[in-house]
């Protein structure tokens, strides 16, 4: 954990959110400012920077986020039409935060453009 961390902060419970999912190694939540009608984070409860700053082994806690995605698209009702899962990776990507996090988006059709 690294205490400045907004989203280690959420982990902890110093900063409340609106949970969607939690086990012992991912958190969901919504996102207080989303993009689309739905817009979920999903982060790794260890704290790693980005995506560019992951350490061997660490792969496993990204297979496991696919897969905690695709069961809250299920469980949320959304899988069927489908959705977006975005990870920004560094500043110039739009990184905000620096601990890795997974946006996924829906409940609007998306086109092209990158959000």
């Known amino acids: 954990m690294d205490e400045n961390c907004t989203?280690?902060?959420i982990i902890k419970g110093e900063i409340p959110s609106s949970k969607v999912y939690e086990d012992e190694e991912i958190l969901a939540f919504n996102?207080?400012?989303?993009a689309t009608p739905i817009h979920i984070l999903v982060i790794p409860k260890k704290h790693i920077k980005s995506l560019a700053e992951m350490q061997d082994g660490e792969e496993k806690i990204i297979s496991k986020i696919y897969k905690v995605i695709?069961?809250?698209a299920?469980?949320?009702g959304f899988k069927e039409k489908g959705y977006r899962v975005i990870v920004n990776c560094g500043k110039d990507a739009g990184q905000e935060v620096g601990?890795?996090?997974?946006h996924v988006l829906a409940g609007t059709k998306m086109g092209d453009k990158i959000v």
């Open 7 to 9: 989203f280690c902060k």
């Open 31 to 34: 996102d207080i400012n989303p």
């Open 70 to 72: 695709n069961e809250i």
């Open 74 to 76: 299920e469980k949320q």
């Open 99 to 102: 601990h890795l996090h997974f």
